[in-house]
């Protein structure tokens, strides 16, 4: 019997698999890293032998004559690799590796080397590396961002390495001893020195553990909460030194602790602090019983974290300071330490304990050890109590407390106390040394443990937890002692390596011994140190240890042959030292032994061997094929915990035997298993037998099977007889006695419960076309249970499925109810669930009762169900509310039914949303039978033609359409200069090099190559606006003209020429708006003026500085500002610009100081400069340079327009005298700074209605001189700057000014713009306006030249939009020609265009409108003898037209109306005379035009660009080139809005007043005309194919909403082209047939159409099969649909395979026609097929739906197999069925939907009747086979078989067995018909049975007038 005694050793045993030495890799890696100590390596060795071949003994050498110091620094840790690895992909191990100064950070996996992945050297020596992963807040929402990072830890510093790039240094304030990295971030332990005591107040300690939560934020003081018995649980800082932190996780948030004075682990839980626990810390200790550490002690620490020195604040014995102290003391005794009893110590004994822990640290822990230390924590709290200390503690306290002037540091995280050790005082043992190692671990049930190794014990202790209802919380329950020296946890098999004592390795999974682990090439130690019980610790819990079992099967063996002592060594208090062990087995000194183990990553985990050698083993797995682990699963699913348990070891074990199975044998072994646990004895069935024969039988398997248990009972049986008496049975054929179970084993009782998920799960597997070959595997074993349990309707089922193979199997077991009851549970019905009948009863439209499912295990079942119940039988809510209707979701371990509601979250779109809430893809929907799917597939092809706009990107790859997908893929900012992501629309390089100087070359040419295809009017556009080149001065030298003069009058004309080129920039900025994307490491480049000229024909120079002539000081001042604004603003809003591009851009020359002042205006404009640090822009403006300060101002106002930011509001006041305090000293700031601020006010609180500031610029806009001849020039830009801001701070608030009434806006205005008495300043000013000026005398009226325009403009915006027709009436122009003389003809222009846009609505595009502005007796016949003055009338006239004309501008801004444009042109073209006006009008019809490009208004502009000479000056310059950059806004891709504050922008921009020369500023701030940038909006909408990325045509049709001057309507559009404004649209759509058609509806929400057009308008669209772009083909006769739409028949017959490629780019599809769809040699007998395939191929190609083709060809496989008789399973059958029902559903509905399905009219019914006629022809012959199938006799044997389950599966009749009896008898078929319909067979099918049921033996005969074949 020797050889049994192995058997039993190994029985319990498993091999570790994929042995190999193990080496830190960093090591190797560091030997080549050229640092110090590796130069002192060299000197040491000599280098022949450092690179010697055995790497790592030449290593080990060389380090051992390194100092010892230097060896201890090595040190490395390994992870699971987590660097946004996909789960699929390659798991792999990181290592961090650390020596000296180095740290590496490489990674590997099995099919990898290791590599380095990163490598840092620091400058002083690391104590510690680690990773930790710290959470970034977003800015915008709570969500927080990962950052995972390396953090290396130097003496006085902290380096922190992110992912990304990032480094920090976080300085450290004091000495760590550990870090810890944790979910928030790290943790800091702070080493207790001597120096304690100097540093707080005596007697007060100091924190020791901080947080930091990201490398830049200050290290926090850690807040404790301890469980306390006396105080309760009170929040103080986590000041114990005793307490040492062990452990830390993030999930969860958990940290160990141990008290190195009582020897106690604590766990708590890390969390963010509360406030009220933040607060409660924080307060003053003005209380006695305040918290130990106050405000105090909290300011010593604040300094001394902020290294400032307080040491020399008073502190002496004297001082007050002193009680407070003592007084601290007293009430931190009383405060209970963790743990369960507090440590209150007389003062002496706790101070003793600081001075020793102080001294040496080492020796604090025995000092108080044993009883002694017990005692005294049973003293009762100290006599003298709280009182008596101080007089009046309060006041004491408080007067004399030196409250330092640093406000403490908040702390951020709280440690909750969950759990500590318990100690029993009947107990005396030994205290508990520091836990070596803790980790969490979860056992095969799902149980969690968190584990620390106490090693003075030599034992690893086990605290169960669990999660409180609420997850909240985590509950800590028992603990329970393995003896360990050493364990690892394995984390992905729920289970943990132990090493125990005597040195072997022992795999746990939780507390469950599982077995020992055999690592081959290792001598184990002895056997008989096997079985060692588990210490129970005192809450002792019934732990479910196979530890009976193991004892039973020592029992056995000692009667046997063991010798005695082995009993004895089965007690409980064994303890092994490794000393004597090593002594007595003297043989083991040879062989290295396991000494420890590390590093345990998934399933591997590395061995350190007593020889210093490491190896790296791996744990197999608890099963490789997915059948076996989801049986596993739904086993542990539905048994109680314990039960699960059993079997889970019981089949590890079994697996994994050394020497075990391979993969192909594992099912098989893993049925003998299982049914041996069930009771069953596997050798007497037939076909378990068999599986024997397929396994290579090991003798430890064979010993295995021959026990028929291993848990449960305690007989013995005589195996080796019963082999024997198999072999007897079977060889003589003497006839066996029933075969009975065994009802003790132990999963006897539960069988029908795992028969019925076992069913469960073998319907799941029906639904998987790649596990459905599994099933047949697993059908096996459920026909055998199935028969045992006596469930005929299951047998009959699953011969249903697989006739050819169950007929096979007929033996049955006899289960004897005997001693232990099976439990039947309720769930387990007669009838079987079968999902595929389930879903066919659906299509049918019949009730259906809810489907039974295991949750997580039956995912696919759940899925398929809720989308028929949702799509087919149309339940809305099938997904949310009514789950529990269709589905049954089993309770585990509980045998009774609940139908619990499983609530998904509620979906807003059709079902699809339900496919990709369970993460369901069209890769999983391929491998779904196509009966099944075809269901779906038509609810995807429904929803890829007509789908939302707004879905989410999982579903638009669901439905497959990519445009979609693209589309809601956010990313598509363009890094580069690009349109989008992957669009690389860069610009052609240009070949001149001067050309890309121009600043315009960013301007992408695909797209406005689309928008203007005929001509070249961009490049004319560029040529109009370019400034880099010289010009062209040709002047003829007549002959009279000197040399001297001729040059001079070259110069002359340069100088007019140099009028226009200073203009351009403001038109160049509008037309390259938001075109480029900088790069951060580049300056931007800014194009030069060039104001030079060349003279042909020699092309010499002309320049201005040649002194012959005189130029105007300053002239280029603010023309370079106007260009560095233009530069600026191509910066794409979207682009990375930060704080530091900004500075770098500033220039070195202060000759471009002016250019950067404009692109800081820029930069604003664009929203970037909300990015420039307050300090910088504090810089900037102390530099006092007047242009910064304006572009600056004005820049960072339109950043922050309309938000009220306070900090800019200070900003701006500094530079406006009104809105400082009267007191104040007066600053001088220059005038044009003033008007900027004054705007800048209006800027940012622009709609606000501010009070105060709409006060003080009501009254600035009448400002007047004052004394000292302060505020005297350029009076008018002041006073039109503050109107101009008034009616920006109230836009459009009409009359409803809140609280402003006592103000009289209106009235005030009013008289501002007529003149009249001036009023007494009122408030603040009054003190500044006291004197009159000395220089100006205007009285007390008020000066209307200068306060008109302002009041005029600020009324206009005020009462914006409303028709207010009183105020407009102010407005009016004069009546008679007395009060006209009084007024400028500009004023009327201004009045005229308030007038207009305050009767927004009564604006009409026609000249009529226009017209009626004039006056009446403007328009009507003069008489003579009136006194007129006609030039006068004729001005009049003129301005009043402008006016309007301008005002129809604004009204109809960037909406391309042809009736406004055509009136517009009408007036410019005809009569007109006036520059201004004229330029006026051109304004107006390029802000109509914006951004259209239109030909005539830029032949206009061309026009008048020539013009140079006579009166055309810079200002009209400047509006014409201001109207070409509107009419090409942003390259074509933006226009105006007509929002009100892109009005009040376009009013300030476009103020009709422009600069005569290029220094004037007196009217209007120049700076101001580039607010036009402010009424910019994207609108253009750009199609990009999705396939090709590139910009391409498609038709849009776009729906108009109803308004009161026309209906809805529909337009059609061929874009890239500009949208309407969004808001008044209804819903904008791609139409087909080229393209999938895409609705956008606009009436529910316009955001994601304007997230669209603010990423460059790209809009992906697919184009369909068979088209071509419009492109290549306009008309669309080249398509290849267009031959055949007109006879679709004959489509099929004209279809070539090689056509193929023009319909589809479908790889898939293409070899498929290669293939399949050509005459070939191989394929010429089968012409039929090719036929066939190259319809189908059509059909799919046509019909958009290529997916459907492995559809057709599985519906025709099915049916030619039919036809054949080759079919063994009736699978396909069900398909067909399916699929028929589903036909016929549609059909039903009416032949209006015929055209829905997805399967073609002409396919089907020809299929259906190949079916019908193969399955009817059988019926002719065989009618007796169904008859004796329905009498209930025997199943047929042979081929009959399958063909009849084919039949009742194909005719959907069911297990008629019991039913014959009622049908039997039925005389005429109304009998039949009522009898059957309970039966639920359809009619159709229903008559097939007619002839057999009714009919006689003689064989089937025809109904009378039914022929068949009409059904």
């Given at each position: 019997m020797s050889h049994n005694l192995v058997y039993e050793e190994t029985a319990t045993m498993i091999a570790a698999g994929e042995l190999q030495s193990f080496v830190p890799f960093g090591r190797e890696h560091c030997r080549n890293h050229p640092n110090a100590f590796n130069l002192q390596l060299r000197e040491l060795q000599p280098a022949s032998e450092l690179w010697s071949s055995d790497g790592a003994a030449g290593l080990v050498g060389s380090l051992q004559e390194v100092s010892l110091q230097e060896r201890e620094k090595e040190c490395w840790q390994l992870r699971k690799g987590c660097m946004g690895v996909r789960e699929e992909d390659v798991e792999f191990e990181e290592e961090l590796y650390t020596a000296g100064t180095v740290v590496v950070w490489s990674q590997g996996s099995r099919t990898q080397a290791s590599n380095v992945y990163k490598a840092f050297t620091v400058d002083s020596p690391v104590q510690q590396a680690l990773w930790c992963n710290f959470a970034v807040p977003q800015n915008k929402k709570d969500e927080e961002e990962v950052e995972q990072t390396v953090c290396i830890v130097q003496g006085s510093c902290v380096n922190v390495h992110t992912v990304t790039g990032k480094d920090f240094i976080s300085p450290l304030p004091f000495q760590v001893s550990n870090v810890w990295a944790t979910k928030f971030g790290l943790l800091l332990e702070r080493k207790n020195a001597a120096t304690d005591a100097q540093l707080g107040p005596p007697g007060e300690p100091l924190p020791t553990v901080f947080s930091m939560l990201h490398p830049l934020d200050e290290i926090a003081p850690v807040v404790c909460k301890p469980t306390g018995l006396f105080e309760g649980s009170r929040v103080q800082y986590a000041s114990d030194s005793t307490m040492k932190i062990v452990f830390s996780c993030s999930q969860p948030s958990l940290i160990v602790s141990y008290d190195t004075l009582q020897g106690i682990h604590s766990v708590w839980a890390l969390r963010k602090v509360?406030?009220?626990?933040?607060?409660?810390?924080?307060?003053?200790?003005?209380?006695?019983?305040?918290?130990?550490?106050?405000?105090?002690?909290?300011?010593?620490?604040?300094?001394?974290?902020?290294?400032?020195?307080?040491?020399?604040?008073?502190?002496g014995t004297s001082s007050p300071l002193h009680y407070s102290a003592l007084h601290s003391h007293q009430s931190r005794m009383t405060t209970s330490s963790p743990g369960l009893h507090s440590r209150i110590h007389s003062p002496s004994i706790s101070n003793m304990a600081a001075l020793s822990r102080a001294h040496s640290p080492g020796m604090a822990a025995p000092s108080f050890s044993g009883a002694a230390r017990f005692n005294t924590s049973f003293y009762s709290p100290s006599p003298r109590g709280h009182h008596g200390l101080l007089p009046s503690p309060n006041s004491t306290v408080n007067e004399t407390m030196l409250v330092p002037e640093m406000e403490p540091i908040v702390p951020d995280l709280c440690m909750e106390q969950l759990w500590s050790e318990t100690i029993t005082a009947g107990c005396h043992r030994e205290m508990s040394s520091q836990a070596s190692k803790v980790f969490l671990t979860s056992d095969l049930c799902e149980n969690c443990y968190l584990c620390f190794l106490v090693e003075s014990h030599q034992e690893l202790r086990c605290v169960k937890f669990i999660e409180s209802n609420d997850t909240s919380q985590l509950i800590f329950a028992s603990v329970t002692t393995i003896p360990a020296k050493d364990a690892e946890p394995l984390q992905n098999i729920d289970a943990m390596l132990v090493l125990e004592a005597c040195g072997s390795l022992?795999?746990?999974?939780?507390?469950?011994?599982?077995?020992?682990?055999?690592?081959?090439?290792?001598?184990?130690?002895?056997?008989?140190?096997?079985?060692?019980?588990?210490?129970?610790?005192?809450?002792?819990?019934?732990?479910?240890?196979?530890?009976?079992?193991?004892?039973?099967?020592?029992?056995?063996?000692?009667?046997?042959?063991?010798?005695?002592?082995?009993?004895?060594?089965?007690?409980?208090?064994?303890?092994?030292?490794?000393?004597?062990?090593?002594?007595?087995?003297?043989?083991?000194?040879?062989?290295?032994?396991?000494?420890?183990?590390?590093?345990?990553?998934?399933?591997?985990?590395?061995?350190?061997?007593?020889?210093?050698?490491?190896l790296r083993i791996s744990i197999p797995e608890i099963a490789t094929s997915e059948l076996v682990r989801k049986c596993l699963q739904a086993i542990r699913f539905i048994l109680p915990k314990d039960a699960a348990m059993k079997v889970l070891v019981k089949w590890y074990n079994i697996y994994n035997a050394p020497g075990g199975p391979s993969a192909h044998a594992?099912?098989?072994?893993?049925?003998?298993?299982?049914?041996?646990?069930?009771?069953?004895?596997?050798?007497?069935?037939?076909?378990?037998?068999?599986?024997?024969?397929?396994?290579?039988?090991?003798?430890?398997?064979?010993?295995?099977?021959?026990?028929?248990?291993?848990?449960?009972?305690?007989?013995?049986?005589?195996?080796?007889?019963?082999?024997?008496?198999?072999?007897?049975?079977?060889?003589?054929?003497?006839?066996?006695?029933?075969?009975?179970?065994?009802?003790?084993?132990?999963?006897?009782?539960?069988?029908?419960?795992?028969?019925?998920?076992?069913?469960?799960?073998?319907?799941?597997?029906?639904?998987?076309?790649?596990?459905?070959?599994?099933?047949?595997?697993?059908?096996?074993?459920?026909?055998?249970l199935a028969r045992d349990l006596q469930l005929e309707e299951y047998v009959d089922l699953y011969w249903r499925d697989y006739p050819s193979l169950i007929s096979g199997f007929n033996e049955s077991c006899l289960i004897d109810q005997g001693k232990t009851h099976l439990i039947r549970p309720s769930y387990l019905r007669a009838e079987p669930p079968c999902v595929l009948s389930w879903l066919s009863s659906c299509l049918r439209g019949e009730e259906v009762p809810p489907f039974p499912y295991l949750p997580g295990i039956c995912q696919r079942t759940r899925l398929l169900v809720l989308s028929y119940a949702l799509y087919i039988a149309g339940d809305e809510n099938a997904t949310s509310t009514d789950v529990s209707k269709y589905l049954a979701k089993l309770s585990a371990g509980v045998s009774k039914e609940t139908a619990s509601n499983v609530i998904f979250p509620p979906y807003k779109f059709t079902h699809n949303s339900l496919f990709t809430g369970l993460g369901f893809t069209l890769k999983d929907l391929e491998s779904v039978p196509f009966g099944v799917a075809l269901p779906i597939r038509e609810a995807i092809y429904r929803c890829r033609e007509q789908p939302c706009s707004d879905w989410l990107e999982e579903v638009c790859l669901l439905i497959g359409r990519q445009d979609l997908t693209k589309q809601a893929h956010k990313m598509t900012l363009a890094k580069s200069k690009s349109v989008g992501s992957g669009l690389s629309l860069e610009p052609p390089a240009t070949t001149e090099a001067d050309e890309e100087e121009d600043g315009m070359s960013d301007i992408i040419q695909e797209v406005t190559g689309l928008i203007w295809s005929q001509d070249l009017r961009v490049q004319e556009v560029r040529r109009l606006l370019q400034s880099s080149r010289p010009v062209?001065?040709?002047?003829?030298?007549?002959?009279?003209?000197?040399?001297?003069?001729?040059?001079?009058?070259?110069?002359?004309?340069?100088?007019?020429?140099?009028?226009?080129?200073?203009?351009?920039?403001?038109?160049?900025?509008?037309?390259?708006?938001?075109?480029?994307?900088?790069?951060?490491?580049?300056?931007?480049?800014?194009?030069?003026?060039?104001?030079?000229?060349?003279?042909?024909?020699?092309?010499?120079?002309?320049?201005?500085?040649?002194?012959?002539?005189?130029?105007?000081?300053?002239?280029?001042?603010?023309?370079?500002?106007?260009?560095?604004?233009?530069?600026?603003?191509?910066?794409?809003?979207?682009?990375?610009?930060?704080?530091?591009?900004?500075?770098?851009?500033?220039?070195?020359?202060?000759?471009?100081?002016?250019?950067?002042?404009?692109?800081?205006?820029?930069?604003?404009?664009?929203?970037?400069?909300?990015?420039?640090?307050?300090?910088?822009?504090?810089?900037?403006?102390?530099?006092?340079?007047?242009?910064?300060?304006?572009?600056?101002?004005?820049?960072?106002?339109?950043?922050?327009?309309?938000?009220?930011?306070?900090?800019i509001t200070r900003l701006l006041s500094i530079h406006i005298p009104a809105l400082l305090p009267p007191t104040s000293t007066e600053l001088d700031v220059p005038h044009n700074v003033q008007v900027a601020a004054v705007i800048g006010i209006g800027l940012v609180y622009q709609g606000t209605g501010h009070r105060h500031n709409a006060e003080v610029l009501l009254s600035e806009i009448g400002r007047p001189p004052g004394p000292e001849m302060e505020y005297c020039t350029d009076r008018e830009s002041y006073s039109l700057a503050a109107g101009l801001a008034l009616g920006m701070v109230c836009l459009g608030h009409g009359s409803n000014l809140i609280g402003m009434t006592d103000l009289n806006v209106p009235e005030q205005l009013y008289q501002y713009m007529v003149g009249g008495h001036r009023r007494a300043q009122a408030g603040a000013n009054r003190e500044r306006h006291k004197s009159p000026s000395y220089q100006i005398k205007e009285g007390d009226t008020i000066n209307v030249d200068v306060t008109c325009p302002g009041a005029t403009l600020a009324l206009a915006m005020i009462y914006l939009k409303t028709n207010n027709r009183s105020i407009a009436d102010w407005l009016k122009p004069p009546d008679t020609w007395f009060l006209l003389d009084f007024i400028k003809p500009e004023f009327l222009l201004l009045r005229t265009l308030a007038r207009c846009i305050?009767?927004?609505?009564?604006?009409?595009?026609?000249?009529?409108?226009?017209?009626?502005?004039?006056?009446?007796?403007?328009?009507?016949?003069?008489?003579?003898?009136?006194?007129?003055?006609?030039?006068?009338?004729?001005?009049?006239?003129?301005?009043?037209?402008?006016?309007?004309?301008?005002?129809?501008?604004?009204?109809?801004?960037?909406?391309?109306?042809?009736?406004?444009?055509?009136?517009?042109?009408?007036?410019?073209?005809?009569?007109?005379?006036?520059?201004?006006?004229?330029?006026?009008?051109?304004?107006?019809?390029?802000?109509?035009?914006?951004?259209?490009?239109?030909?005539?208004?830029?032949?206009?502009?061309?026009?008048?660009?020539?013009?140079?000479?006579?009166?055309?000056?810079?200002?009209?310059?400047?509006?014409?080139?201001?109207?070409l950059g509107l009419l090409f806004l942003g390259g074509g891709r933006y226009t105006l809005s007509t929002s009100n504050s892109a009005i009040a922008a376009l009013l300030c921009a476009l103020y009709p007043h422009f600069p005569a020369h290029s220094t004037d500023n007196r009217y209007h701030l120049q700076a101001l005309r580039h607010l036009a940038v402010l009424a910019a909006e994207p609108r253009l909408l750009v199609p990009v194919d999705v396939d090709s990325l590139k910009p391409c045509y498609a038709l849009l049709e776009i729906t108009y909403k109803e308004t009161k001057w026309y209906d809805e309507t529909t337009v059609e559009l061929m874009a890239p082209t500009m949208l309407p404004e969004l808001h008044l649209l209804k819903r904008v759509k791609v139409k087909g047939p080229r393209y999938w058609e895409l609705s956008v509806d606009l009436s529910k929400e316009t955001q994601h159409l304007k997230s669209i057009l603010s990423r460059d308008g790209v809009l992906y669209v697919k184009l369909r099969a068979g088209q071509l772009p419009y492109k290549d083909d306009p008309q669309g006769w080249k398509s290849l649909l267009a031959s055949t739409v007109n006879h679709r028949n004959s489509g099929v017959r004209a279809f070539k395979p090689d056509a193929i490629s023009t319909f589809t780019s479908e790889p898939a599809l293409v070899s498929f026609a290669k293939f399949f769809c050509k005459t070939s040699e191989e394929m010429k007998h089968r012409e039929d097929s090719l036929v066939l395939f190259s319809a189908m191929l059509y059909e799919c190609v046509t019909q958009e739906c290529p997916e459907m083709l492995p559809t057709?060809?599985?519906?025709?496989?099915?049916?030619?197999?039919?036809?054949?008789?080759?079919?063994?399973?009736?699978?396909?059958?069900?398909?067909?069925?399916?699929?028929?029902?589903?036909?016929?559903?549609?059909?039903?509905?009416?032949?209006?939907?015929?055209?829905?399905?997805?399967?073609?009219?002409?396919?089907?019914?020809?299929?259906?009747?190949?079916?019908?006629?193969a399955l009817d022809g059988w019926l002719k012959e065989n009618s007796s086979v169904l008859r004796s199938y329905m009498k209930g006799e025997a199943l047929p044997k042979d081929a009959q078989s399958t063909v009849l389950a084919c039949f009742l599966v194909y005719r959907s009749i069911p297990c008629l067995r019991n039913a014959h009896t009622q049908l039997e008898g039925c005389s005429s078929l109304g009998d039949l018909l009522s009898r059957s319909s309970q039966l639920g067979i359809p009619l159709r099918d229903l008559l097939r049975l007619v002839p057999v049921l009714l009919g006689s033996a003689s064989g089937p005969q025809t109904l009378q007038g039914f022929p068949l074949q009409a059904f």
């Open positions: 509360t406030p009220d626990e933040r607060s409660s810390v924080l307060r003053c200790a003005a209380d006695p019983c305040g918290t130990p550490l106050g405000l105090m002690a909290s300011g010593f620490l604040t300094s001394h974290l902020r290294n400032i020195s307080r040491l020399d604040s008073p502190v022992v795999l746990y999974t939780g507390v469950t011994r599982v077995s020992k682990v055999f690592v081959p090439g290792l001598l184990s130690p002895t056997f008989s140190m096997t079985n060692h019980l588990p210490h129970l610790s005192t809450p002792v819990e019934n732990i479910s240890t196979p530890a009976n079992a193991g004892s039973r099967h020592l029992q056995r063996l000692d009667e046997a042959v063991m010798p005695s002592p082995v009993s004895e060594l089965r007690g409980p208090n064994i303890k092994h030292h490794e000393a004597s062990f090593l002594e007595d087995y003297t043989f083991q000194q040879a062989m290295p032994y396991i000494h420890a183990l590390r590093d345990a990553v998934c399933n591997r985990v590395t061995l350190e061997l007593s020889s210093g050698t490491m594992e099912w098989s072994l893993f049925v003998t298993c299982f049914m041996t646990l069930m009771g069953y004895n596997t050798d007497r069935l037939a076909w378990t037998r068999n599986l024997h024969f397929e396994v290579p039988l090991s003798p430890v398997i064979a010993a295995k099977k021959a026990r028929p248990s291993d848990g449960g009972s305690d007989e013995v049986c005589d195996e080796c007889l019963i082999c024997c008496d198999d072999v007897v049975y079977f060889v003589f054929g003497i006839g066996l006695p029933s075969l009975r179970l065994d009802s003790a084993a132990p999963l006897f009782p539960h069988i029908p419960a795992l028969f019925y998920v076992l069913h469960l799960l073998y319907q799941e597997l029906q639904l998987d076309e790649l596990q459905r070959a599994r099933a047949s595997s697993l059908v096996c074993l459920l026909q055998q062209r001065v040709s002047v003829v030298q007549l002959p009279e003209v000197s040399d001297h003069e001729y040059i001079e009058e070259k110069e002359n004309k340069l100088l007019q020429l140099c009028q226009r080129t200073m203009a351009l920039p403001v038109g160049r900025g509008l037309f390259t708006l938001f075109s480029y994307h900088p790069v951060p490491t580049e300056p931007l480049p800014v194009p030069k003026l060039n104001l030079t000229g060349r003279a042909p024909p020699r092309n010499t120079m002309v320049d201005l500085n040649s002194g012959n002539i005189d130029v105007p000081p300053n002239m280029t001042s603010w023309p370079s500002f106007h260009n560095g604004v233009a530069a600026g603003l191509k910066i794409a809003p979207a682009s990375q610009v930060d704080s530091a591009w900004i500075a770098y851009n500033k220039p070195k020359s202060p000759e471009l100081a002016n250019e950067y002042a404009g692109f800081l205006m820029a930069l604003g404009l664009n929203g970037h400069l909300t990015k420039l640090a307050t300090l910088n822009i504090h810089d900037y403006l102390t530099k006092g340079h007047e242009m910064t300060s304006i572009g600056l101002l004005l820049g960072v106002s339109s950043a922050k327009l309309g938000t009220m930011d306070m900090s305050i009767m927004w609505d009564e604006i009409l595009p026609n000249t009529e409108w226009v017209k009626s502005n004039i006056p009446q007796i403007m328009r009507g016949t003069f008489d003579p003898s009136e006194d007129i003055n006609m030039e006068t009338m004729a001005q009049a006239q003129d301005y009043i037209t402008a006016g309007a004309c301008l005002a129809l501008g604004l009204r109809f801004a960037g909406s391309a109306n042809s009736d406004a444009f055509d009136c517009l042109y009408e007036f410019q073209t005809g009569y007109y005379n006036l520059q201004t006006g004229l330029s006026m009008i051109l304004l107006a019809m390029s802000m109509v035009m914006s951004g259209t490009g239109n030909l005539k208004v830029l032949q206009l502009c061309r026009f008048f660009h020539k013009r140079t000479g006579g009166e055309m000056n810079y200002g009209f310059h400047m509006a014409h080139h201001m109207a057709y060809i599985a519906v025709e496989q099915a049916v030619g197999a039919l036809r054949r008789g080759d079919l063994l399973q009736t699978f396909p059958l069900w398909q067909m069925r399916l699929v028929v029902e589903l036909w016929d559903s549609r059909v039903l509905r009416g032949p209006a939907n015929r055209h829905d399905t997805l399967l073609t009219s002409e396919f089907l019914p020809v299929m259906k009747n190949m079916v019908d006629v």
